[in-house]
């Protein structure tokens, strides 16, 4: 059974809601369109594609940076995911919130995977770049596959995600 400490632990308040103080402006914004976005392409819940899709969305300094490495135009990337995970049968914009009964078990992972890397770096904001970074190195990553299905491997994209972080850390 979790105790009272478990809870102040985790990432979720005890209602299932995203513990807000958690997130930097940019991780916040992304996660405010990866809502909107499962919306549109109509999901039930938000699932790694669309945390993608909100990083695109509203890219930060970082993001954008990892994008000019990569040598994507992000708006042309993020309209290339929207039609490869719409779903023609789902609900017209089904009711979504930043709360755990609403996200896939991927994104908590992801989401936890994401702090633990903020933590690890000395922060106790998830940033953009977490989310990110943490999206290419998760196990069986639909966005890593995705990419690596266009020729670039998990490994490079981290990288270039990486290198753009520090870069966004020294500007």
């Known amino acids: 059974m979790a105790n009272r400490d478990d809870s102040l632990n985790d990432i979720f308040l005890p209602g299932g809601q995203l513990r807000p103080e958690l997130l930097d402006t940019g991780a916040a914004r992304a996660l405010e369109q990866a ?7 109509r999901w039930d819940n938000v699932r790694s594609p669309h945390i993608f899709m909100g990083l695109l969305a509203q890219p930060d300094p970082g993001v954008r940076n990892w994008g000019e490495r990569l040598d994507a135009d ?9 039609e490869l995970f719409e779903q023609q049968d789902g609900e017209a914009e089904p009711l979504l919130l930043l709360n755990r009964e609403f996200l896939s078990n991927n994104v908590i992972q992801l989401l936890r995977d994401a702090h633990q890397r903020a933590t690890d770096n000395g922060r106790r904001c998830i940033t953009a770049m977490d ?13 890593a596959e995705c990419f690596e299905r266009a020729g670039f ?13 520090q870069h966004a850390r020294r500007s």
């Open 131 to 143: 989310l990110l970074i943490s999206l290419f190195t998760a196990p069986n990553s639909t966005v």
């Open 153 to 165: 491997t998990a490994a490079k994209v981290t990288e270039l995600a990486v290198m753009a972080e």
């Open 35 to 41: 809502l909107r976005l499962a919306g549109e392409t």
């Open 74 to 82: 992000l708006p042309t990337l993020l309209g290339q995911f929207q």
